[in-house]
């Protein structure tokens, strides 16, 4: 079964509206979580890295006051998309793993998110 | 993390093996060769992953040439449900960059009934 889960799947809302996704490591503690964006037809991109109690890590031209990530506890991070736009229509995926090393990433199932 | 080469299609029968290349010519010492794949509007998932010696599991084997600049990844019988693009990845074990995956454009399989 699934180790990641990741809510919601899909959400469409309006353009200036504020979007929540939640990403929660299911039977292990993940300090680290990871999330990409992917474009249709395309491979995904790192946005940022979510550490637990502390501040995230962004990728290079992603803007840390649009896209506010929260790592408050082992199991759950959060990524909000600050008044998005159409631009940021997206499908969002969020990862982690057991332990440093190795370990395979486990994936959530994505968040598709349309913005109109 | 070095950089890897990838087909960007290739198509197979059902029921048939598939070999899913992968060049990493600049591939250091410490560094893993990990195999994921992407279902359609899925996030990836594990496939398999090593370092030197060829790996088997129950969803692929993953043979590594001898100088390790490639590698293949082997499905033994390809079903429908087999295509999806194939990422073949590789991390540094020594890497203080966290575990996040550097995703290029993988192998889009196509399997035909």
């Known amino acids: 079964g699934a180790v990641v889960s990741q809510h919601p799947s899909w959400v469409i809302c309006k353009s200036g509206t504020s979007v929540k996704i939640e990403c929660r490591s299911l039977?292990?503690?993940?300090?680290?979580m990871f999330w990409y964006r992917q474009f249709p037809k395309q491979s995904l991109m790192l946005m940022a890295t979510s550490n637990e109690g502390s501040k995230a890590t962004y990728e290079q031209g992603v803007e840390k006051d649009k896209f506010l990530i929260n790592h408050a506890s082992l199991t759950l991070s959060t990524l909000t998309v600050t008044s998005a736009h159409p631009e940021d229509s997206s499908f969002y995926i969020c990862?982690?793993?057991?332990?440093?090393?190795?370990?395979?990433?486990?994936f959530g199932d994505g968040t598709r998110l349309s913005i109109l | 993390d070095a950089k890897t080469t990838q087909p960007n299609s290739m198509e197979s029968n059902e029921e048939e093996p598939v070999h899913l290349p992968c060049n990493h010519s600049?591939?250091?010492?410490?560094?893993?060769i990990h195999w994921y794949r992407q279902l359609p509007s899925q996030g990836p998932e594990y496939v398999i992953h090593?370092?030197?010696s060829n790996v088997n599991n129950r969803m692929a084997s993953l043979a590594i040439a001898e100088d390790r600049k490639s590698s293949t990844l082997i499905l033994h019988r390809a079903t429908l449900r087999d295509a999806a693009v194939y990422y073949c990845?590789?991390?540094?074990?020594?890497?203080?960059?966290?575990?996040?995956?550097?995703f290029g454009k993988g192998t889009s399989l196509l399997v035909t009934p």
């Open positions: 990862s982690a793993s057991r332990r440093q090393g190795n370990q395979p990433q486990h």
């Open positions: 090593g370092l030197t």
């Open positions: 600049t591939i250091s010492g410490t560094d893993y």
């Open positions: 039977d292990f503690q993940a300090t680290t």
């Open positions: 990845i590789l991390r540094d074990v020594d890497s203080n960059s966290g575990y996040a995956l550097n």
